[in-house]
């Protein structure tokens, strides 16, 4: 493995060679100040994140310059070189109608209730629940500082490989955890909320061994649900289907990292932007192919780098994306199996676009096979080709920058605005002050924002390795401070972006319901038949205290004033 050193690094290692004890010590010791803070106060909804301690063996540091940072890499378990490994599971290759999805979903959470929660975000327009299977170590509590990433099927009714992709996905995951460290690592580290149908209507109406044509893909009121978002920049006067309004509420309850929405009809990643001020609309690809080849011009965002870097992260580990071979004659070939959206053929209404621009989610579109809804005994060989790219792409959440915003009191900043400079769609944080972003190695300019707090800048770090992990602390204001992130106004939009605390639960003999109650828009809670009373109860995590450690930091000959606190393999420095 070739090692890539830099000067911060070199200066941490002697240190560590110098006093092996402290860098021993520092990597199973207390978690970070301000997440130890937040989970002191006994909150009873929200435990303190502790990444896994299935980690890599290296014990090299790496200054995060301006930032006051230092972390251990994880590079071992998320960078290892890993093969396919075939599904060990026992789910048929075949297709499942809403009943026999609903069925095997219930009964994955019935076997594997420690790392699986089943909610419901809504119901189709004829009345089919939007099911969501959560996949994770805490499957029933968000935990402080560990990301939410998802997975949405189906988008297109008629486009039914990817369905069946996260069902195995599903029980590839769960199977796995406790035989494959990669997997136990990702579940451990990761809560992944997967969507296999967001258009059960459509897939109602669609036919097996229909590869081209419209049948069933639009919803039972005849919408493309891929064109019903609000656009960045056009207006989108088509009215919000029960589906759509159903993932817009959700991920503004949940702050998303990072996402993928699986269709079909071609062999590409496509990333944002999908729109773009002055393109002729097509409506879709098939009908876009001449148009393609002429006039599309690529629409290209602030994080285009990073775009490419995910959709290539699925293209080569695609069995067959990579080379860029176009279905058919007439299609457009693909170099390396990626594409920007709107360089394919432009559209008004994305979901991409709109996760990426209102709530800062890296979505990209996975178009996973050429026939949209091919016979049932091809699904073998689909499952094949994307089984490790499905799970490679989610891993890409640990990349880049994360961390809390606090007052000088520790306490977390609800909603504070913040954006990478030069790079102007913003993000903001969560109900706990926690922050997430994907980007590629480098040296950036954190610029943050908050109502009653003076602006911050900070420079900082972000390596190859592991996440940089960053606290910010703001000190308050009289006056208030400027709006910096990108939120277009939709009357059919709710904008509100506190993270949700989705406590969920299942219960195998009866059915649960979603509901949002007590006034709290920013919370779910499912309610389920209680065996025991007959009555409805909810389960709540319980909070855990971690311990705290304060160590002395040193940086070559220098000393720094300050604190070090560890979050399991990964020490944070706060000035």
Avoid at 410 to 438: C, H, M, S
């Amino acid at each position: 493995m070739q090692l890539r050193i830099r000067f911060g690094a070199l200066l941490s290692l002697l240190w560590c060679v110098v006093n092996p004890t402290f860098a021993a010590t520092q990597l199973h010791a207390a978690r970070s100040a301000s997440v130890a803070q937040q989970a002191a106060k006994g909150d009873g909804e929200v435990r303190a994140f502790e990444p896994s301690s299935n980690v890599g063996q290296i014990f090299s540091l790496d200054r995060a310059a301006g930032g006051g940072l230092y972390a251990f890499d994880n590079f071992s378990i998320t960078h290892e070189p890993r093969a396919y490994r075939p599904d060990i599971g026992a789910l048929d290759f075949v297709y499942h109608n809403q009943e026999e999805m609903t069925r095997y979903l219930r009964e994955t959470v019935a076997r594997y209730p420690n790392l699986t929660a089943l909610y419901s975000i809504g119901k189709s327009a004829q009345g089919r629940d939007l099911w969501v299977l959560v996949v994770s170590a805490s499957p029933y509590e968000h935990m402080l500082g560990k990301p939410d990433v998802k997975y949405i099927g189906n988008i297109h009714g008629n486009e039914a490989v990817g369905r069946e992709l996260l069902l195995h996905l599903i029980q590839y995951l769960v199977s796995s955890y406790g035989s494959d460290p990669y997997i136990k690592w990702l579940l451990d580290n990761t809560r992944i909320h997967i969507l296999p149908s967001l258009n059960p209507d459509g897939y109602a109406a669609s036919k097996e061994g229909t590869c081209d044509g419209g049948q069933g893909r639009y919803n039972s009121r005849g919408f493309d649900l891929n064109r019903n978002f609000p656009d960045y920049f056009k207006q989108n006067n088509k009215r919000s289907q029960p589906e759509t309004e159903a993932v817009k509420d959700w991920i503004s309850k949940i702050q998303f990292v990072l996402s993928g929405s699986l269709h079909g009809g071609a062999l590409v990643v496509s990333y944002p932007y999908d729109n773009t001020p002055n393109a002729k609309i097509c409506r879709s690809s098939s009908t876009c192919a001449v148009f393609h080849s002429y006039t599309s011009q690529p629409s290209l965002t602030p994080d285009d780098d990073v775009f490419k870097h995910l959709s290539l992260t699925y293209a080569n580990n695609h069995g067959k994306m990579s080379r860029g071979v176009a279905c058919k004659t007439a299609s457009p070939s693909f170099e390396n199996g990626i594409t920007n959206g709107a360089a394919w053929y432009p559209l008004t209404g994305g979901m991409q676009d709109f996760n990426y621009v209102w709530h800062g989610c890296m979505e990209v579109t996975l178009e996973v096979s050429c026939c949209k809804f091919p016979p049932a005994y091809e699904l073998r060989k689909y499952w094949d080709d994307n089984q490790l790219s499905l799970i490679k792409f989610l891993a890409e959440a640990h990349r880049g920058v994360q961390g809390f915003v606090v007052d000088p009191t520790g306490n977390p900043i609800e909603r504070a605005q913040l954006k990478i400079k030069g790079r102007d769609i913003g993000f903001t944080t969560t109900k706990y002050g926690e922050f997430w972003r994907v980007l590629l190695p480098g040296v950036y300019k954190l610029e943050v924002y908050a109502d009653g707090y003076v602006p911050k800048d900070v420079d900082f770090m972000v390596v190859e390795q592991h996440p940089t992990l960053l606290n910010v602390t703001l000190q308050p204001s009289k006056r208030t401070t400027p709006n910096i992130v990108q939120q277009p106004s939709s009357s059919s939009f709710n904008t509100q972006q506190s993270s949700m605390l989705d406590t969920v639960a299942t219960h195998s003999a009866g059915t649960g319901s979603l509901a949002v109650g007590g006034g709290q828009a920013d919370r779910i809670t499912v309610h389920f038949p209680d065996p025991a009373t007959g009555g409805a109860s909810m389960r709540q995590p319980q909070p855990q205290q971690p311990a705290i450690l304060a160590l002395p930091v040193a940086n070559g000959d220098v000393a720094r004033q300050g604190t070090a606190t560890t979050n399991g393999d990964r020490i944070i420095f706060t000035e």
